[in-house]
């Protein structure tokens, strides 16, 4: 660990964004009212079959359909000047495109953004996290080309609608989670498993369907509404597991590689995937009697067309891993496999809730560094991070604000320091929601939710009112 042990000055830039996300499906209930159509959400949690913790769902969540007033007095407490939430896209468009169009969803969306507005709060809006439309999904979903331009049209329609009051977009969260646990290894909807080869399908239809929702909003709105187009990518941060190990450095090159460079390389590059990422794909493709990599290739025109289609940098970091050397020459293809690399948690790194979360504060300023000077120097947002608490939490939940202070001094490092052109942090999340596969048996929120309480009321952590302090001196 090279940090310095007090950052240099507790003075955040100005103008920082202070910020909290939540999305869609892990808090809006209302899963089938006013003409909703499902997702592939909807579906996966109904299906039960104990792939979500006691066959838990988001049909009611937190009720952020019914009590958007409820979640705006949270973020009034706070004092966020930014708030991060994600349209759930088939709310707006129920068969996912715009043969019909749901004026409720319209409504309801347009009463959020008028609201934050009002309150001098910008909204920073995701257009996809994970809740694609079971109508969509019956056609193929990202394993089919086509839905590169279902996804385009119903970016156009988002940027049509509620453009003129929102200036910051992120058309697609975390599309290395989407495809690895979606695609992959089936944990997450639509639990597909088709290890090694639809995992780069769906990686590379998501790439493409960002930098055409990217280039609509250029062309068609861009001039008028003045906002930015993103794609919110998550990373864990990696250290070589022996640091002395050139084989664990090179693993650890791999390992950011098939993370982050997957789709930060040709986005913020040069359209083209990471050179690593090409040549282990393509040479274990080879020893495994493939005719071609697995991995598919851009055509020279579509290189052109995604490059550069990134306004910010949109980064979620949790969590960070030591990185060994594996040879996985003789297992069957995946992208664990191709990447011949072990993740590995420091068993002495604190794990609060989830079991994969380890706390490694440092692992982001080191990450955001990287970021700099791999990606050209762009303005970076930390769009997620925080830290889970396992239910039932205390609402005195000092020990996670000293994660988060410890996490907000290292940013400061990374400001101060390493010169990281960072323009702002927000939590995730907002409130206590439904945590994926994992129900709600995990708590992220700076707002509690009961949700044994037909009212789900919301009570702030200690954590929440530590967090206001810091963002109304905007120090820490
Ligand atoms: C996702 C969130 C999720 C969080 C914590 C991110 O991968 O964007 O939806 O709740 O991590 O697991």
Redesign the pocket.
Known sequence: MDSLSNPPSFQFPAGFAWGA?T?AY?IEGGWDADGKGPSVWDTFCHQGGGRVFQNQTGDVACGSYTQWEDDLKCIKQLGLTHYRFSLSWSRLLPDGTTGFINQKGIAYYNRIIDDLLANGICPLVTLY??DMPQAVENQGGWRSDKTVEIFNEYARFCFDTFGNKVKFWITI??PH?VAEYGYEQGLIAPGVTDPGIGVYHVGHNMIKAHAKAWHTYHLLFKEKQHGQVSI?L?SDWAEPFDPSSVKDQEAVQRYLAFNLGWFAHPVFINGDYPPLMKSQISSKSKQQGFMDSRLPEFTDEEMKMIQGTADFFCL?Y?TTRKVKHQDSSHTKPSIKADQDADAIQDPSWPVPG?EW?AVVPWGLRKLLKFIKDTFKDPEIYIT?N?F?QIDPAPLDDSQRWEYFRQTLSEILKGVHVDAVNLKGYFV??LLD?F??H?GYS?R?GLFHVDFENPKLPRTPYRSALEYKKVISQNCL
């Open positions: 996300s999305s892990q996290h994970f969260n975390e989670v919110s998550d979620n949790y989830i979360l997620e925080g889970a995730w999340s929601n945590e994926w994992y995990q992220f």
